[in-house]
């Protein structure tokens, strides 16, 4: 069946560094791949999304490549910032587990000043 | 524009006790549905899905049950709750047939006493 594993956290960082997550999801057919980011005490919010292979997912200067070669989905900002503390989900949806959406074990951030 | 409402927000509830959370899906027809349990404050647990009324994959055995008794409602229900029920609940919902992202509600912060 699917299923997705994530960096594990939690990841610190000085403000104005480097990030990257990584993710990679194992699947058969052709899912669509999400990253959801989740503020404290919060539900979760869509991040970005690439929904077939080589396509590129991007929003408020996070990124993330949908690679099929190596079944990866590593998301990266090249500047956080404190307000990019959060739990980071990474998520696969279908494939041939028709409407099954699974997520990754979530990666804590948190940035400091 | 599709909404998605989920209540109550926090319960308390004794152990033994009944439990029953609603989410209601507006502005869409058709949707997959469905409810996970975010436990120790990070990792997103599958519970149950949906993809048409009469129609509900269950991911983990467990204390839990859930139906969907109209298109766009999902009733996640315990006949006897444990102190390891106790968690974050989130309702999501995603267009059917397609691979696109899921909308997720706000949660039930349910605590079992």
């Known amino acids: 069946g699917n299923s997705v594993t994530q960096m594990e956290g939690p990841v610190t960082l000085s403000e104005e560094a480097f990030l990257t997550i990584n993710c990679t999801y194992t699947?058969?057919?052709?899912?669509?791949l999400f990253w959801y980011v989740q503020y404290p005490g919060e539900g979760l919010q869509l991040l970005l999304k690439a929904t077939k292979a080589d396509d590129k997912g991007s929003n408020k200067g996070f990124e993330a490549t949908y690679r099929k070669e190596t079944t990866s989905f590593h998301l990266e900002k090249g500047s956080v910032q404190v307000s990019d503390s959060a739990v980071y989900f990474c998520a696969l949806l279908g494939g041939t587990s028709y409407g099954k959406l699974t997520f990754g074990q979530g990666t804590i951030l948190t940035v400091h000043p | 524009s599709q909404t998605i409402h989920q209540w109550p927000a926090t319960l308390v509830q004794p152990v033994g006790s009944p439990l029953s959370l609603e989410c209601t899906v507006e502005g869409t027809s058709n949707p997959n549905l469905y409810w996970y349990r975010q436990a120790a404050g990070r990792g997103l647990q599958l519970l149950f899905y949906?993809?048409?009324?009469?129609?509900i994959s269950s991911e983990v055995p467990q204390n839990l049950s859930a139906s969907r008794p109209q298109d766009r409602q999902f009733i996640l229900s315990s006949k006897k709750l444990l102190l390891s029920d106790s968690g974050f609940y989130l309702c999501?919902?995603?267009?059917?047939?397609?691979?696109?992202?899921?909308?997720f509600g706000q949660g039930t912060r349910l605590t079992v006493v």
């Open positions: 999501a919902w995603s267009v059917r047939w397609v691979n696109t992202e899921a909308f």
């Open positions: 949906s993809v048409g009324i009469g129609q």
């Open positions: 699947a058969t057919g052709y899912p669509s």
